[in-house]
């Protein structure tokens, strides 16, 4: 059974979502979000599912600023922000009758599997991981996607910003993905473009091809990556997408390495987002289970 749900934030944002009952109390949690201004529709109902007919009840939830969630500015995404309504989530299912608050796992793909490398490293309530595709070094995969003659104009831009909020100007924006290749753009891949342009109405959600500029500043400042060493000996699991071009795969290789066991890696012969639907799903999703299972149940 899913149900929409709601629940706040310590600042009082209501962030909005489904809850998965897996119909035996109490029982684990999973606690899930999307990516990249993402949100809930797109595709993760798949997991969720799958977690639930094991048994374990999931929360899967947009990101504030995104979606069906509250927050200002739209289309905000910073990552201390979304790492702490990982926690006030995982706080919320506690409360649950549904949940066994001693067993609780996260989820986290794309943009969230970094958020999750963080909340596991710095929450011990969490008692399981699953990373998927993630951002784990913000400047150097910004770097890997921005032209390199786009990054004077990028920074002055972003200096622009803060001068202008700071003078109670409206915040500057820019597109999730353009209509072409040369379009100026926060994820400029062809994948990335042919994702969201070719999502379903159902699969879209409240998606909104708007970030505000600042989203770009904090993508490049942030580096999920260094709390990998610290997550230990909660268990990891990390699932990257060999021919990742938007969180490359070498650089998620490089940063498990780091981290202590118990630990397991998933390499997936897809792209980036193929790694949510067809075949690859159907790889991933069991082991992924077969990891909460193993460790929750």
Known sequence: MRKDVTFKTEDG??????????GTTPAPCIVMAHGFSATKEMHLSGFAET??????????YDNRNLGNSGGTPR??????QQ???YRDAITWVQGLDEVDADRIGIWGSS??????????????????VISQVPLVHGLANAQRLVRSDHWAGLRAGFAADRAGRLAGEAPMTLPVVGNGPEDPCALPTDDSRDFFMGLSEEHRG????????????????????????????????????????????????KAYETAIEPKRFLILDCAHFEAYTDE??????PQQCAWFTEHLM
């Open 206 to 253: 409240a998606w909104e091809n708007e970030i505000t500029l600042r989203s770009m500043e904090a993508f490049t400042e942030y580096e999920p990556g260094d709390w990998i060493p610290k997550i230990g000996p909660t268990p990891l699991m990390m699932v990257v997408a060999r021919q990742d071009h938007l969180t490359p795969a070498d650089m998620t290789l």
């Open 280 to 285: 690859p799903f159907k790889v991933s999703a």
């Open 75 to 80: 289309g905000e995404i910073i990552p201390e």
């Open 51 to 60: 977690f639930r007919d094991a048994g374990m009840n999931v929360l899967v």
């Open 13 to 22: 944002t209501e962030l909005a979502g489904w809850f998965y009952a897996a």
């Open 111 to 128: 943009y969230s599997g970094g958020h999750v490398l963080v909340v596991a490293a710095k929450d011990k309530r969490v008692k399981c």
């Open 83 to 85: 790492i702490a309504d």
